[in-house]
T-cell receptor, first 119, second 112 residues
Framework: AQSVTQPDIHITVSEGASLELRCNYS??????LFWYVQSPGQGLQLLLK??????LVQGIKGFEAEFKRSQSSFNLRKPSVHWSDAAEYFCAVGALVAYSGAGSYQLTFGKGTKLSVIP | NAGVTQTPKFHILKTGQSMTLQCAQD?????LSWYRQDPGMGLRRIHYSVAAGITDKGEVPDGYNVSRSNTEDFPLRLESAAPSQTSVYFC???????????FGSGTRLTVV
């Protein structure tokens, strides 16, 4: 079964500083990888996803992530954090669902990393 | 195009009462799933369905039932609610594979 580990429960950075959120996954096949963001009281918004090809993936809001197969990692980065980036971030690995026909997959999430931003 | 609609948004339930959380999608997605979100636990899958008439258990299915009679709807039923089921519940859909998940806005359920 697949699993995701986000080692950092809470990270605090100053506005304008760079950010890296760590994500390690366990999955026996080529993974589909995702990062979602959740603001307080809100639903989940997709930041970026990796399926294949270029291992550096660009997402919305200036975020990027790099897939490193040798390290089973998919870390999220942003060069300069804004106060509005304060939220909880979830990494997820997708596995294809058997007998789905249409190629559906299901996501397994990490426990999340809460980001606080100091003005 | 509403995407995934969950109702209600908030609800307070007494221990032992039953309730159905509604999930409806209008994107003709085959795959639907229910997650619960608890502080420090991330999102955990309760049940899922790959098509009408086909459902299966996720990681934390105990105390919950689902059915899928058509493509659009995937209700989650709590037969006898317990305080441990206090949580935020999300419904999510996907198809095709590369489109990513679409999440509903969530139902915040409190069992007292």
């Amino acid at each position: 079964a697949q699993s995701v580990t986000q080692p950092d429960i809470h990270i605090t950075v100053s506005e304008g500083a760079s950010l890296e959120l760590r994500c390690n996954y366990s999955y026996g096949a080529t993974p589909y990888l995702f990062w979602y963001v959740q603001s307080p009281g809100q639903g989940l918004q997709l930041l970026l996803k990796y399926f294949s090809g270029d291992t550096l993936v660009q997402g919305i809001k200036g975020f990027e992530a790099e897939f490193k197969r040798s390290q089973s990692s998919f870390n999220l980065r942003k060069p300069s954090v804004h106060w509005s980036d304060a939220a909880e971030y979830f990494c997820a690995v997708g596995a294809l669902v058997a007998y789905s026909g249409a190629g559906s997959y299901q996501l397994t999430f990490g426990k999340g990393t809460k980001l606080s931003v100091i003005p | 195009n509403a995407g995934v609609t969950q109702t209600p948004k908030f609800h307070i339930l007494k221990t032992g009462q039953s309730m159905t959380l509604q999930c409806a999608q209008d994107m003709n997605h085959g795959y639907l799933s229910w997650y619960r979100q608890d502080p420090g636990m991330g999102l955990r899958r309760i049940h899922y369905s790959v098509a009408a008439g086909i459902t299966d258990k996720g990681e934390v299915p105990d105390g919950y039932n689902v059915s899928r009679s058509n493509t659009e709807d995937f209700p989650l039923r709590l037969e006898s609610a317990a305080p441990s089921q206090t949580s935020v519940y999300f419904c999510a859909s996907s198809y095709p594979v590369r489109s990513g998940y679409t999440f509903g806005s969530g139902t915040r359920l409190t069992v007292v």
